[in-house]
C-alpha cells in the first residue's frame, strides 16, 4: 500500500490531530476546575468516548461531573463539544451539536414495562442533569451566538486568550514533529489523549516531538483553572497561573487587555487570572447604557480544592467598571 493510500485510510489530518490536543488541554482545565472526568453512567459505551442517546451512539469531546451536589436536582454532568479551527463557530455546527444533545438527554432513564423491583433497581443507578457547553479557540459567528442564547447552550471562548495561545503554539509545534507518513493503524486509536501521545511509535516522531510534548504537560501543570458566571447569566474560564484568585475576598477590578480579553486584578492592582468574552457581547453591552448598567456587576467562582469546594462571590469595582470603555472596539 502507497503511502497516500495508507493515510487516506487511516484519515488522519494535521487539523484532525491538533483538535485532539485541544480537547486534551481543556479535559484538564475542566478537572482542575472541579469537573471530575471518572463517573458512572449508564450512557457510556465501553471506551468512555462515546455516549448512548435515545437513537444513536454520539462520540462527546469532554465530559465531566461537577464535583457539588445542587439541590432539587441530580448531579450537573456537562456535555462539551471543542472546535480549534481556523475559523469562528457557525450556525450550523452549533445545531449538529445541539441535535446530539438533544437525543442524549432523551435517552431513557426508566423502562416502564419492567417489574416493580426492576424499576427500583433502575432508579438506582446514577442519573444526571445533561448542560451543554461549546468550547471555541476562534469565538463564534453571532448567528451561532444567538443561537446558544435561545436554547439554552454555555458557550466559553477562548480568542485570544493568551494563556491558551501558548499552549495551542506548543500543539501546532508537536503536530509539526509528527511523521504522518509512518504513522500505522495502531497510532490512529493513541490519539485522544495526551498520555496516548506519549506511546505512538518511535519511527513517527520526529527530532522535537517528545520536547514539544513534555512543554505542553509543564504548561498545563503551571496553568490554574477556574469555572465561573459572570452576573448570574454568562459562564467564563478564568485562566491564571496561581491559586490566588481562590483565597481573595474584596472586591475586583477589570481591565481590558483587548478587544475581548479581560483581566481580573485585586484591589491592590495584582492580576487574578484573565478570560474572553464574546466580541459582538461586548461591543453590544458598551453600546447600550440600560444594559450596561447591569452587566459587569459581579462574578460567581467555583473554587476546588483538595478538602473544599464552593462558590466564591466577587462584586467588581463599579468605578473600575466604567474603564472597560477604554478599549475602542474594532
Known amino acids: ?43 457510556l459505551t465501553k471506551d468512555r468516548r462515546s455516549f448512548h442517546g435515545r437513537g444513536a451512539v454520539h ?27 481556523k ?7 452549533v445545531r449538529d451539536f445541539f441535535g446530539a444533545f438533544t437525543d442524549l438527554s432523551q435517552y431513557h432513564k426508566i423502562q416502564t414495562k419492567k417489574s416493580p423491583a426492576e424499576r427500583y433497581y433502575q432508579l438506582s ?9 461549546f468550547f471555541s479557540l476562534r469565538g463564534f459567528r453571532k448567528s451561532a451566538e444567538q ?9 466559553v471562548i477562548y480568542e ?60 498545563l501543570e503551571r496553568t490554574r483553572s477556574f469555572v465561573g458566571v459572570l452576573d448570574g447569566r454568562y459562564t467564563i474560564n478564568i485562566i491564571s497561573k496561581n491559586n490566588r484568585i481562590s483565597t481573595y475576598s474584596g472586591k475586583i477590578k477589570l481591565k481590558r487587555l483587548s478587544d475581548n480579553i479581560i483581566e481580573l486584578r485585586d484591589k491592590k492592582n495584582s492580576p487574578l487570572g484573565v478570560f474572553s468574552l464574546s466580541k459582538q457581547f461586548i461591543n453590544y453591552v458598551l453600546k447600550k447604557d440600560k444594559y450596561y448598567e447591569r452587566t459587569f456587576s459581579f462574578v460567581d467562582i467555583i473554587i476546588n480544592k483538595k478538602s473544599l469546594v464552593k462558590i466564591s462571590r466577587l462584586e467588581i469595582d463599579k468605578p473600575e467598571k466604567e474603564k472597560l470603555k477604554e478599549i475602542p472596539m474594532k
Not at 484532525?16 to 480537547?23: A, H, R, V
Not at 443561537?147 to 458557550?155: E, H, K, L, T
Open 1 to 43: 500500500m502507497s503511502k497516500a493510500s495508507e493515510k487516506r485510510r487511516l484519515k488522519i489530518s494535521k487539523g484532525t490531530l491538533k483538535g485532539y490536543l485541544f480537547e486534551s488541554v481543556l479535559k484538564e482545565l475542566i478537572k482542575k476546575a472541579g469537573f471530575d472526568a471518572n463517573f458512572e453512567s449508564d450512557q
Open 59 to 85: 462520540q462527546v469531546d469532554l465530559s465531566g461531573k461537577f464535583c457539588m451536589n445542587i439541590p432539587f436536582i441530580y448531579p450537573i454532568l456537562i456535555i462539551g463539544e471543542a472546535k480549534s479551527g
Open 160 to 219: 485570544n486568550n493568551p494563556f491558551i495561545n501558548q499552549m495551542y503554539d506548543t500543539i501546532e509545534q508537536i503536530i509539526r514533529n509528527i511523521d504522518f507518513s509512518r504513522l500505522k493503524k495502531d497510532d490512529e486509536k493513541k490519539f485522544r489523549d495526551i498520555e496516548f501521545f506519549k506511546k505512538i511509535s518511535q519511527a513517527c516522531r520526529k527530532d522535537k516531538f517528545d520536547e514539544y510534548l513534555t512543554k505542553l504537560e509543564k504548561q
Open 125 to 133: 443507578r446514577p442519573r444526571y442533569t445533561l448542560c451543554p457547553v
Open 147 to 155: 443561537f446558544m442564547f435561545a436554547q439554552g447552550i454555555s458557550f
Open 87 to 93: 475559523s469562528p463557530v457557525t450556525l450550523s455546527q
